[in-house]
């Protein structure tokens, strides 16, 4: 059983810091302004031998309202606290403490969960009088640490050691141990059943507020992100673990993504990275457009990312149930990708409303489906059968020097996405256009419509160059 720890503590403490110092990782978005974090994420820690279950929140607040964004951070923290099996609440030693950091000791005390207090940003003498104001708040002595300078890991060790052990035993350790041992040794189709078995990374992108954490809720059948009428709501971007039909994936709700131009505060340009990141990293990218507001220039701009990045791409028509007018966009919709991204023909799109939960079905059919085909590998002997059939009804043009060019060979040389080489007499004097023909005639002959295909042309070298 893996230790799961929840932070918390009022906004502006260092919790993502810590986060982000535990996890070896950038992952939390971290800022000057208060109230960054407002969703919760989870990431695997390391301390020393420790390994555990660590949850990021958003700041404490005293707000029980769910119609205010402070209320709603609130709930968010106060499930995590439900599920977490201890609770490290962060104070913050330079400035003392608060009365709100009293309050939620307090809070905190009447709970069955064990809580460590730790006292963050105790380098120096400027957090003394701070470290000694915890001792206070009657939740046990508390661990200086500075996590920005990663000081004090070794006293957290400490109070996390008993707790670790609680929630694994030596014992189960040291079975686990003889249980690997014993299976060391694998064969190669157990190795490739290990790689089909990842968990698939899916992206959830899109303008603000056209409910991609909507979306991302009902797939997950719990309230898991943030959500209500205001636009921005998400900042970071927050990966969840989910499964679908047996299927293993990887939710990845973002930030709203804005034109650069209207782009001025420093925290929504690192909410931007971070959404770019999460496309970079992710398998496949599942773009939410408002079904009154399909395609827009920002949506397009987002698209072309996502195809240049190499990413398998769907469509998410929401908010399907409030459409005006259907049959219009529709019709609007495939001319905008059509003539928008010709170099990508295909891409599929479906319709769905996260806010009564149609079509999600359709969803991850068209998923899966993308996926697979982003996924595919074409034998070398079709490929050159196809490329002589293509080459003989549609020749190569003349060359630089008058001759024309010869396309000898063509073969795939990986996936994700299908990247091929074609051998070609003179490289250079291809033209796009016939490289054009050469990637449609590849879509029409393997079924890969819908998905990214990267063509490279090399020339082989001359074994007469350079000689008389």
Not at 136 to 150: K, Q, T
Not at 344 to 373: N, Q
Request: glycine share 8%.
């Amino acid at each position: 059983m893996t230790l799961t720890v929840a932070i918390v503590g009022r906004p502006n403490v260092g919790k993502s810091t810590l986060f982000n110092r535990l996890t070896g990782s950038r992952s939390a978005i971290v800022h000057d302004l208060p109230g960054v974090t407002r969703d919760r994420r989870d990431g695997d820690a390391r301390l020393g031998d420790l390994s555990f279950r660590l949850v990021d929140t958003a700041g404490l607040e005293d707000s029980n309202d769910l119609s205010t964004i402070e209320g709603r951070m609130r709930a968010q923290t106060d499930s995590a606290i439900r599920l977490a099996d201890v609770v490290m609440m962060l104070v913050d030693a330079r400035a003392g403490v608060t009365p709100l950091d009293a309050h939620f000791a307090d809070l905190l005390r009447r709970q069955a969960k064990p809580v460590i207090l730790v006292a963050n940003k105790c380098e120096g003498r400027a957090g003394q009088p701070g470290l000694f104001e915890a001792f206070g708040l009657g939740l046990g002595d508390p661990v200086p640490i500075s996590a920005e300078h990663s000081e004090g890991m070794g006293d957290l060790y400490d109070a996390l050691r008993p707790f670790a052990d609680a929630a694994d035993p030596p014992a189960a350790k040291a079975e686990e141990a003889d249980f690997a041992a014993d299976g060391a040794e694998e064969t190669d189709e157990e190795v490739e059943a290990k790689l089909a078995a990842r968990p698939v990374s899916i992206a959830i992108v899109g303008r603000p507020n056209v409910g991609k954490s909507t979306l991302v809720n009902r797939l997950l059948g719990e309230d898991r992100m943030l959500t209500g009428p205001e636009a921005g709501l998400t900042r970071d971007a927050i990966a969840t673990p989910w499964e679908w039909q047996g299927r293993r994936l990887v939710l990845v709700d973002t930030a709203g993504l804005r034109r650069k131009a209207k782009i001025e505060e420093s925290l929504e340009k690192l909410s931007a990275q971070d959404t770019l990141n999460a496309v970079r990293m992710a398998n496949l990218v599942a773009l939410v457009l408002d079904a009154n507001a399909v395609l827009e220039k920002q949506d397009l701009t987002i698209a072309r990312h996502v195809v240049d990045e190499g990413r398998a791409l769907i469509v998410v028509v929401n908010k399907w149930d409030a459409a005006e007018d259907k049959g219009e966009i529709l019709e609007r919709l495939k001319l905008r990708l059509a003539t928008a991204l010709p170099q990508v023909r295909g891409i599929p799109f479906v319709t769905v409303s996260a806010l009564k939960g149609h079509g999600l079905d359709r969803m991850m059919d068209a998923v899966f489906k993308t996926y697979d085909l982003w996924n595919r590998r074409v034998p070398t002997r079709p490929l050159n059968e196809w490329l002589r059939e293509m080459t003989e009804r549609h020749p190569p043009p003349l060359g630089s020097l008058g001759r024309r060019l010869r396309v000898r060979y063509i073969t795939q040389i990986k996936t994700r996405p299908p990247t091929f080489v074609a051998f070609v007499s003179r490289a250079a004097d291809m033209p796009d256009s016939y490289a054009r023909y050469l990637v449609n005639g590849l879509r029409d002959a393997f079924d890969l419509d819908g998905i990214p295909i990267r063509l490279l042309l090399r020339q082989g070298k001359n074994p007469y160059a350079g000689k008389e």
